[in-house]
């Protein structure tokens, strides 16, 4: 069965760095793209980034600059290296994956049909 499964998450100071991590069972992740996305309290969830098969990246604007995403297809996980974290970056985070093989990295919910359970994030001093 394919589960997809975020980890990392915790409680960071304004500034700080979290590296969250997707593993991925039940497939081989490295022939999909993965997207990241977060939902905070009373928002609606919102992409954060991507990654094809291919290795193709995709960024939000407030991840553009601060945030890494990037793929080890040994231990079939990707990541989500988070910098100069900000309040504004408290959310739960998720991963996803869509479907199909080799697909583009883009930048949309409705793409993806498998995800994760998330993982809180919580930027505060």
């Known amino acids: 069965q394919l589960q997809l499964e975020e980890s990392g998450g915790g409680l960071v100071q304004p500034g700080g760095s979290l590296r969250l991590s997707c593993a991925a069972s039940g497939f081989a992740l490295e022939d999909y793209a993965i997207g990241w996305f977060r939902q905070a309290p009373g928002k609606e969830r919102e992409a954060v980034s991507c990654i094809s098969s291919g290795g193709n990246r995709k960024y939000s604007d407030p991840a553009e600059g601060r945030f890494i995403i990037s793929r080890d297809n040994a231990k079939n996980t990707v990541y989500l290296q988070m910098n100069s974290l900000e309040p504004e970056d408290t959310a739960v985070y998720y991963c996803?994956?869509?479907?199909?093989?080799?697909?583009?990295?883009?930048?949309?919910?409705?793409?993806?049909?498998?995800w994760g359970q998330g993982t809180q994030v919580t930027v505060s001093s």
């Open positions: 996803a994956s869509p479907r199909t093989r080799f697909g583009r990295c883009v930048l949309e919910m409705t793409e993806y049909d498998y």
